[in-house]
């Protein structure tokens, strides 16, 4: 059985464990590896991650049988726009219909707030996420490049749901 459970300050530790070892397995072969760690030193810092958790933005641990799988932050962006920012699982445990189940939170959470629709932003060649996240019911809105920094460029696809 799934635990989706709020994350705190006191879980910064382990959000970077689970971080590295999901992001080094499934971004290797999709981006380079520096990359990888640019991304992880930015995005993960327990600086980054507290600021965001004292600002509003969600983070949920997800845990199989009381052990930590996952991961995935979302909040209200705009009046009526809630966005997913994180959404990730150990390997092992793709393809059991527990992304779903955090994608259903975050539509759930969404309707309390009285969004429109629930947005996020998936690498182009993340076929894996952009598969699951069409299957949800996620449509394609428009290609979009981000200078994320040290050279790097994130060339994602901006999703959307109607809620």
């Known amino acids: 059985m799934n635990v989706l459970r709020l994350a705190g300050e006191n879980d910064i530790p382990l959000l970077q464990k ?10 290797t072969g999709i981006i380079s590896s520096d990359q990888i760690d640019f991304m992880l030193e930015k995005m993960y810092n327990a600086e980054t991650i507290s600021s965001e958790i004292k600002h509003g933005i969600q983070w949920k641990i997800v845990e199989e049988e009381k052990e930590p799988i996952g991961f995935y932050s979302f909040s209200m962006f705009k009046p009526t726009q ?3 920012y994180k959404i990730y699982l150990k390997i092992e445990f ?3 219909g527990i992304g779903k189940i955090c994608l259903t939170d975050v539509v759930a959470y ?23 996240y069409k299957a949800y019911g996620f ?12 050279g790097y460029i994130l060339n994602d696809y901006k999703m959307s749901l109607a809620v």
């Open 18 to 27: 689970l971080a590295r070892e999901i992001w080094v397995r499934h971004y």
């Open 82 to 84: 809630c966005k997913l």
């Open 94 to 96: 793709h393809g059991l």
């Open 110 to 132: 969404a309707k309390t707030q009285k969004a429109r629709e629930v947005i996020l932003y998936v690498n182009r060649n993340n076929e894996k996420g952009l598969r699951a």
């Open 139 to 150: 449509t394609i809105q428009k290609e979009v490049d981000t200078d994320f920094g040290n």
